[in-house]
């Protein structure tokens, strides 16, 4: 059983309620705005026939904006079965059947297949325990590692804090996910301390977005 299995449930039940609003906004409005910045990153270096491996993938949509650009294959790990549901069909309706594969799985305990490209979207926020989680991501990695949390830094550091606390505080009387601010610097040292450099890094308007590669 999971170290963390009343977390892990939490999580799955959660977005399992979102996962038709997910794909709904992926099929109609495309990614969100930090996806696209970390589609860029990504697309700043050759994706062709490279593979991805997306933790956290949700209903998949970076995964097939990488497989529309001549990613070779991707494969997505997520807590949530109704997401990797939302995915595979999203994958079968742009025709990425044999390409995109979907497993359910915690991302920090799996085994991982060995990936060129690794994302984390929006995923470390809502997990608590991000070492774990990160070292099985760059085990993983065989070349970069793109990820997106929320923009908990510069002048925005105070509001989100705030407003995150008032989040939190109504999740957990709700028995919901709770979301987190893990420390930017100790992950970003953990990265360089990993053999990892940081290429990237630009906010959007809640988010931060990375780009990290072993070169
Ligand atoms: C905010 S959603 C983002 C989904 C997608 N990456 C996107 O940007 O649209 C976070 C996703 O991460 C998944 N998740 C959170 N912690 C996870 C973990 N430890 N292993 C696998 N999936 C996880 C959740 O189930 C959820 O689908």
């Known amino acids: 059983m999971e170290p963390n299995s009343v ?6 039940r959660e977005f399992d309620g979102d996962a038709c609003e997910f794909c709904e906004r992926y099929k109609n409005k495309g990614l969100s705005r930090s996806s696209k910045l970390l589609l860029r990153f990504i697309l700043d270096n050759r994706v062709r026939d490279r593979s991805i491996l997306d933790l956290g993938c949700g209903a998949g949509g970076l995964s097939f904006e990488l497989l529309k650009e001549g990613a070779g294959n991707a494969v997505g790990f997520d ?6 549901s939302a995915a595979t069909e999203l994958a079968q309706a ?4 044999s390409r995109a594969k979907f497993e359910l799985g915690n991302a920090a305990t799996s085994e991982l297949p060995g990936s060129d490209i690794v994302v984390m979207d929006k995923v470390l926020c809502c997990y ?3 070492k774990p989680l990160l070292k099985n991501a760059m085990e993983a990695s065989r070349m ?5 949390v929320p923009r908990d830094a510069g002048l925005t550091k105070l509001p989100f804090r705030l407003a995150l606390k008032v989040v939190n505080y109504f999740q957990k009387r709700r028995g919901g996910v709770l979301f987190y601010l893990h420390p930017l610097g100790t992950i970003d040292k953990t990265m360089r301390e990993s053999g990892f450099t ?7 308007r809640f988010w931060l977005v ?3 590669s072993r070169i």
């Open 198 to 204: 940081r290429r990237k890094k630009q906010g959007s």
């Open 94 to 97: 742009n025709g990425f059947e």
């Open 128 to 130: 608590s325990e991000w």
């Open 210 to 212: 990375f780009l990290y």
């Open 79 to 84: 807590l949530s079965p109704n997401m990797l």
């Open 7 to 12: 977390e892990i449930d939490k999580i799955a």
């Open 144 to 148: 970069m590692i793109g990820f997106t």
